[in-house]
């Protein structure tokens, strides 16, 4: 089964940076794209960034100019840097992958989550 772990999370004060990670294990599987979605208590999770295989990009308005995704398709990781934090951005990120899996239990397109990271802008 495919699993993913996020990282870099933390408390940062407005203006800083944090650069977080996401990292997909497990066996048999390729991934199409990959993405970072932010919730907060009582809102639905909404999209932050997606990258695709093929390395194209989109952000939601809120973050352009601020924040940048990119991946590293050896190492089956997404990154997700950001800069000019609001405390606006505070909120649990987490990391989405689009999977196809071919395992002994499990074949076929699936979508994973992983648990989520809390970033959090304060002064």
């Known amino acids: 089964q495919v699993q993913l772990v996020e990282s870099g999370g933390g408390l940062v004060q407005p203006g800083g940076s944090l650069r977080l990670s996401c990292v997909a294990s497990g066996s048999m599987f390729r991934i199409n794209a990959m993405g970072w979605y932010r919730q907060t208590p009582g809102k639905e999770r909404e999209l932050v960034a997606v990258?695709?295989?093929?390395?194209?990009?989109n952000y939601a308005d809120s973050v352009k100019g601020r924040f940048t995704i990119s991946r590293d398709n050896a190492k089956n990781t997404a990154i997700l840097q950001m800069n000019s934090l609001k405390p606006e951005d505070t909120a649990v990120y987490y990391c989405?992958?689009?999977?196809?899996?071919?395992?002994?239990?499990?074949?076929?397109?699936?979508?994973?989550w992983g648990q989520g990271t809390l970033v959090t802008v304060s002064s």
């Open positions: 990258i695709t295989s093929g390395g194209s990009t």
């Open positions: 989405n992958a689009d999977v196809i899996s071919n395992s002994k239990n499990l074949v076929g397109r699936l979508e994973v």
